[in-house]
């Protein structure tokens, strides 16, 4: 092993295929374990994630894991079916592209988000101290 960190994958995995992509490009090593392909990993994981094979999962060399998935999945849902759909869309959207290609594509899908319905009734009910009421328009 020669990375700072191991991170645990699979090929389908379009969260894992962005953040290989951003590590490469700040030159940040890790080592890339395919929890499909080596009996194990997935075991390692889903000690990390609460019985989960929840990727991409980093460990450290200490042997603790930098996994967010409940708080990450929690946060998204509570957001507008809308923009949980277009986050989505900007993950997978951004494989393969540059840095400002990805943002610019991630902008585009953005304003769609920001034309909706639900992107006025979350502000709207932010200042009247009351959960959003988001109906996916």
């Known amino acids: ?31 890339e374990v395919d929890i499909e392909r080596v009996p194990d990993a997935a075991f390692i994981v889903e000690q990390a994630n609460n019985g989960n094979q929840t990727v991409p999962t980093l460990v450290f060399p200490d042997g603790t894991a930098l996994t967010k998935a409940r708080e990450v999945a929690a946060a998204i849902a509570a957001n507008g079916p809308i923009a949980a759909r277009a ?17 610019t594509r991630e902008f585009e899908i953005g304003m ?21 009421q988001f109906k996916g328009k």
Do not use: N
């Open 87 to 103: 986050i989505k869309e900007s993950a997978l959207a951004a494989d393969g592209l540059t840095e400002a290609e990805a943002f």
């Open 1 to 31: 092993m020669s990375g700072t960190f191991t991170m645990y994958s699979t090929p389908w995995c379009g969260y894992c295929h962005r953040l290989k992509g951003q590590l490469k490009r700040e030159g940040i090593a890790f080592d």
């Open 112 to 132: 769609v988000v920001m034309a909706s319905e639900d992107a006025r009734e979350g502000p709207r009910a932010f200042l009247e101290k009351r959960p959003a």
